[in-house]
Structures are given as structure tokens and as C-alpha cells.
């Protein structure tokens, strides 16, 4: 696999569904060069096919372009200058060549991740579905040195995960990147400083080289400090600064997490619309999500907006009993059914490890995964988060992560990498591996009783393939399960899965007749998997 350095300087070259770069040298000095200077490439394809993409600046009179070629061949570029009179940047053609891939990294080897036809789900360009399961860590690619980096994507990869969720510039709970640097300076006329963009470069290029989808957040709208961006910055600077990043990190292998835990209602949204069809009015490769607040649901809100195109939604912290039943009652349950169609992911479940916000208990790995599991079947199945208090901040072990006291003390993030519920991930992945996860879609129906509306702890959730044959039921540490199976045309088979080891047999406790009730044992919860049921009903 090439480096970056081997990439950069190859550049009259690149490989299928990789990244081509190039560097262009002004003739001049600028003041301020992100304000003084836009720098666009056209990049014709060797079928004809044109695609204009933003360059960025990178310190001293260098500007980069990086591009992610789609077709084997020779491909050519054009440069457009907003200085038409700088002949380093304005006019300059050249040629690269794109040859196939031939490697086992999924991202290069199935294309880019796009919208399944269904809008349900994610997929490769090349049809292959992609249950996307992300680790959060928003400070890591920030703070890590790079072998201590390159140790936690391998061990995520083990786990199973396939994305990762960081912040890209810095925000409240980052208040500068391991060399002291911030991702800009000033407000009305903001600086944008390069080296933090460049120590970030290592960290994205290394995520997609392992095969992990990058999940940058561009913009934290939060109003609780003058670090989050989309908070303090003017309108058009919030929109310099994510159109920066997007031209930086355009080629990777990316989804876009616009913005985190802004006003999303009433004025709000009519300002983060604005902007955001600023920012993505352009040729697009990725998806697009927003990042609300807990239990704040902002697709109503932004259902038209066509540039939006996972609802993301962040069940947080809590652990009351509103926050309970906002997965299995709220509208991650209901507002699926909206129109046009979107994956639904929670991008913020609890953290494990992290002190819950009601009882200032820490939530263990069977709380985490009920979160995620409830997440997973109340929606059409798309994918879900998984955060590990420790690992989120790139903590030390010394305290809380920074400017969150309130979460707890955390471990060190090589500790946290190994918490029960981590590991458990593990196990979801295999799980979805072996089902059409993609065809899965809610199925209260097929539970005769719901637990969950006496104690929300208990809520049992159900879902099953569009042909109804195959179902799978996640029941939480402590309940019950109580099935309608209808009468179908052979015995149902039943598979008990536990999520916290992976082993899985065939039921031995019989269904009793009457009710329906399977009675497992009360001390961890289950998956149970159904094949054979009679079809859904219309």
C-alpha cells in the first residue's frame, strides 16, 4: 500500500478509486491566502466526462488539488484562478494516469459510499451494501502520534468497525492538536492555519488506508464555548471554512458530519439551510448528515433540504425515562415512513463508560448495546454509532476528557479499547455479515406483547426482511420476549445469538403455545434470529 509521501509526489499517476494530488505554486504572496484567492481544477475524464473540484492552499505560495478518479486511463486538468494575472495558478494543464486496483482495501476495491437506491441504506458505487458501524473518536487524529494511531485503527478494524467519527477542526472539547495548533485563528476574517490540516492529512490518509470510511465533523454549532465554530463564526466564514475542508478531504473516502448540536428549528433552520446549500452546491461524491442535540429531531425540519442525505440523529447521554423511550417510542421509530426516504443512523448513542446524565451511573456494555441494537431495528436497518469514554477524547487516564467534566473520569484510550462493549462490535458485525441487513425493516407486529410499555428498560424490538421470511428480535438484560408468529407453513426456527460473546445455538427453551413468551435467562440480553416465518403481512 503507498504512502502519502510516495502519493504526493507520484503525482502524474494514481489508481482507481484512489487519490490523485497535485501542487500549484503562485507566482506572488497573498495577505490572507483562503480570502484572497479561490483556485478551482476541471478534471476531464477519459470518456469526456468533466468534474470541477475546489483546490486548497497549504502554506506559503503552494495551493493542492486532490481528486478521486472513477475511470482507467489518462485523465487531464485545467486550473482556474479567481487572479487570472497569476500565471502559477491561473491556465495550467497537465495530464495523470489512472490504472486499476488490484488490493483488498473495500473502499478502493468497491468504490465510493453512496445512497442505496432504496434511500434506505448505504453502498458502494459498485452495488456492495455498507452496514455502517462507527467508532467515535472525535480528538484522536488530533492528538495521536502516528504508530499509537495506526495501533487503534487496527484494532478497530478487528472489531469490526467500518468508520470513524472525528472532529475536523478544533472545537470545545479540543482546544488545540498535539503540536499547540489551531484549524484557524480571527472570526470576521478568519486565518486558516495549514499545519493543522497537514498533521490531520496523516490521520485520514492512514483511516482510508486501513479501510475505514472517515466520518469528519466540519462545523460544532454548540453555544456552550467560543471554540465551536459553528457558533461564534459569521455566515460566510462558516462557509469559507467547511468549503476548505471539503476541497481538502473531498478525495477520501468520507461521509460528511455537517454540523453538531446547532439550532436545527424556527430561524435556525433557515440559517443552517442557507449554508448548507452554500457549502454543497456544488459536484458531490458523499453523503451528507446533520448531528443534533439529544433527542432533538431535526429531520422534520430538513426533509426537503435534497443536499441532506442520511438523518442523523443522536440519542446522547441520559438515562431517564423520556430518554428511554425516545428510540423505541420517539420518531426514530415513526419518522422513517417520511418522505423522500433516508438511512436512519444514531450517530451518538451512550458511551460506554460515560456517567449517565440523570443518575451519575456509568452506562456498561449491556446499556450501550441496548441503545444500538434499538437503534438498529426501530428504523430500517443502516448502520449505527458505538463510543468508548476513554477513547472519544483521546484521554490520558489521568481525569475527565476535557471541558466535559461532567462525563466522568475516563480511562486511557489504550485502555478503552478493549471495554466489553467494544468488543461486542465485534459480534454486531459478524451478525449483520451473515443477514441481508439492508432488506431488514421494523416488525412490532411479530411481538404479542411489548414489556416496554411498563418499564422502558424493557422494550423488546423486532424487525424483518422485505419478504417477511426472516426476522431478528433484540431483547434487553432483564426482559422478557413474547412473539406472534402467525401460523407458518413449516416450525419456525429459532436461534439464540448473545451479542456480548458472538456464540449463538439453536433455541432450547420451548415457545410456550399460548403466549408465545421465550423465557431467557434474565442477566444479559439476546439477539434471537428467525427463519421460516410466514409472510408479512400487507
Avoid at 479561490?38 to 505560495?61: E, K, N, Q, T
Avoid at 451519575?360 to 441496548?370: G, H, K, L, N, W
Avoid at 426482559?479 to 408468529?485: E, G, I, K, P, W
Wanted: charged content about 20%; proline content about 7%; hydrophobic content about 40%.
Amino acid at each position: 500500500m503507498a504512502s502519502r509521501e510516495q502519493r504526493s509526489e507520484a503525482t502524474n499517476a494514481a489508481h482507481r478509486w484512489g487519490r490523485w494530488e497535485s501542487a500549484f505554486e503562485s507566482e506572488r504572496d497573498y495577505g490572507n491566502p483562503v480570502q484572497d484567492v479561490a483556485l478551482d481544477l476541471d478534471l476531464i475524464s477519459p470518456s469526456g466526462a468533466i468534474h470541477r473540484v475546489g483546490a486548497f492552499w497549504d502554506g506559503g505560495r503552494v495551493w493542492r488539488a486532490r481528486f478521486c478518479p472513477d475511470e482507467v486511463g489518462t485523465w487531464r486538468y485545467e486550473t482556474h484562478c479567481s487572479d487570472q494575472t497569476d500565471a502559477g495558478l491561473h491556465g495550467r494543464s497537465g495530464t495523470f494516469a489512472c490504472v486499476d486496483y488490484d488490493g483488498a482495501n473495500p473502499l478502493f476495491r468497491h468504490c465510493q459510499i453512496l445512497m442505496a437506491p432504496s434511500c434506505r441504506s448505504l453502498e458502494h458505487a459498485d452495488g456492495t451494501p455498507f452496514f455502517f458501524l462507527a467508532d467515535t473518536c472525535w480528538n484522536g487524529p488530533h492528538l495521536a502520534e502516528p504508530a499509537d494511531w495506526d495501533d487503534y485503527l487496527v484494532d478497530r478494524v478487528g472489531k469490526g468497525f467500518t468508520a470513524v467519527l472525528f472532529t475536523a477542526p478544533h472545537f470545545r472539547g479540543l482546544a488545540a492538536n498535539a503540536d499547540g495548533q489551531t484549524a484557524f485563528t480571527g472570526r470576521e476574517r478568519i486565518a486558516i492555519d495549514p499545519r493543522f490540516f497537514q498533521r490531520l492529512d496523516r490521520s485520514v490518509d492512514a483511516l482510508n488506508d486501513r479501510g475505514l470510511l472517515g466520518v469528519p465533523l466540519l462545523l460544532h454549532g454548540g453555544k456552550d464555548t467560543d471554540r465551536n465554530a459553528g457558533h461564534f463564526l459569521p455566515k460566510d466564514q462558516a462557509i469559507l471554512l467547511a468549503r476548505y475542508m471539503i476541497a481538502r478531504y473531498d478525495a477520501h473516502h468520507v461521509l460528511w458530519d455537517f454540523v453538531a448540536e446547532a439550532e436545527f428549528h424556527g430561524m435556525g433552520a433557515r440559517y443552517w439551510k442557507e449554508i448548507g446549500r452554500a457549502v454543497f452546491d456544488g459536484e458531490r461524491h458523499h453523503p451528507v448528515t446533520l448531528h443534533p442535540h439529544g433527542m432533538d429531531w431535526a429531520l422534520y425540519d430538513f426533509v426537503d433540504e435534497a443536499w441532506m442525505d442520511v438523518a442523523g440523529y443522536q440519542s446522547a447521554h441520559g438515562d431517564n425515562e423520556a430518554y428511554l423511550r425516545w428510540i423505541p417510542e420517539g420518531p426514530p421509530s415513526t419518522a422513517w415512513r417520511l418522505r423522500p426516504q433516508r438511512p436512519f443512523i444514531n450517530l451518538e448513542p451512550p458511551y460506554e463508560g460515560h456517567l449517565a446524565q440523570h443518575s451519575y451511573q456509568p452506562f456498561d456494555a449491556a446499556m450501550t448495546r441496548r441503545h444500538i441494537y434499538w437503534s438498529l431495528l426501530v428504523s430500517p436497518t443502516a448502520g449505527v454509532a458505538y463510543g468508548g469514554h476513554g477513547v472519544w477524547g483521546w484521554d490520558d487516564g489521568t481525569g475527565a476528557p476535557f471541558a466535559h467534566e461532567q462525563t466522568g473520569p475516563a480511562p486511557s484510550w489504550r485502555e478503552a479499547l478493549d471495554l466489553p462493549g467494544a468488543a461486542s462490535m465485534r459480534h454486531l458485525a459478524d451478525l449483520m455479515a451473515a443477514l441481508p441487513w439492508w432488506m431488514l425493516r421494523p416488525a412490532p407486529e411479530l411481538l404479542a406483547e411489548q414489556p416496554g410499555w411498563d418499564d422502558p428498560r424493557l422494550a423488546v424490538v423486532a424487525a424483518r426482511t422485505a419478504d417477511g421470511r426472516r426476522g431478528v428480535v433484540y431483547v434487553p438484560r432483564g426482559s422478557q420476549a413474547a412473539l406472534a408468529l402467525g401460523a407458518p407453513a413449516q416450525p419456525v426456527e429459532i436461534t439464540r445469538f448473545d451479542p456480548a460473546t458472538g456464540e449463538q445455538a439453536a433455541l432450547a427453551i420451548p415457545i410456550d403455545a399460548a403466549s408465545g413468551r421465550v423465557s431467557l435467562p434474565d442477566d444479559q440480553d439476546w439477539v434471537l434470529l428467525l427463519d421460516g416465518l410466514a409472510p408479512a403481512p400487507d
